[in-house]
């Protein structure tokens, strides 16, 4: 079991930055940040692929940066130029095998989330 905790959320305008954590109970490999807006599906935002290389869901491309500590088993998103579409509540996702997945279903643990709330 990995427990994973999220922290950094917040609100801000349009145009602000915010940078998501997540701590990790032990080190796992595989890891993701996803978000789920009221009454859409969770979608997957930033991912880890089993070489370490980052990708990003097209719309936070050049806005969003994906970036661990394996020291301190911490995930990061570093949110720059938000908008209001990116208003979401953002969880933490990991799996001790399968990286690189943009399917929740793909992932064992998730955190409990933190909510992030971008006003115009």
């Known amino acids: 079991q990995v427990q994973l905790v999220e922290s950094g959320g917040g609100s801000v305008q349009a145009g602000g930055s915010l940078r998501l954590s997540c701590v990790a109970a032990?080190?796992?490999?595989?890891m993701a940040w996803f978000r789920q807006a009221p009454g859409k599906e969770r979608e997957g935002v930033a991912i880890?692929?089993?070489?370490?290389?980052?990708y990003y869901t097209n719309s936070v491309k050049g806005r969003f940066t994906i970036s661990r500590d394996n020291a301190k088993n911490t995930l990061y998103l570093q949110m720059n130029n938000l908008k209001p579409e990116d208003t979401a509540m953002y969880y933490c996702?990991?799996?001790?095998?399968?990286?690189?997945?943009?399917?929740?279903?793909?992932?064992?643990?998730w955190g409990q989330g933190t909510q992030v709330t971008v006003s115009s």
């Open positions: 996702a990991a799996d001790s095998y399968r990286c690189g997945s943009w399917l929740e279903q793909n992932y064992n643990y």
């Open positions: 032990t080190y796992t490999y595989c």
């Open positions: 880890y692929t089993s070489f370490g290389s980052p």
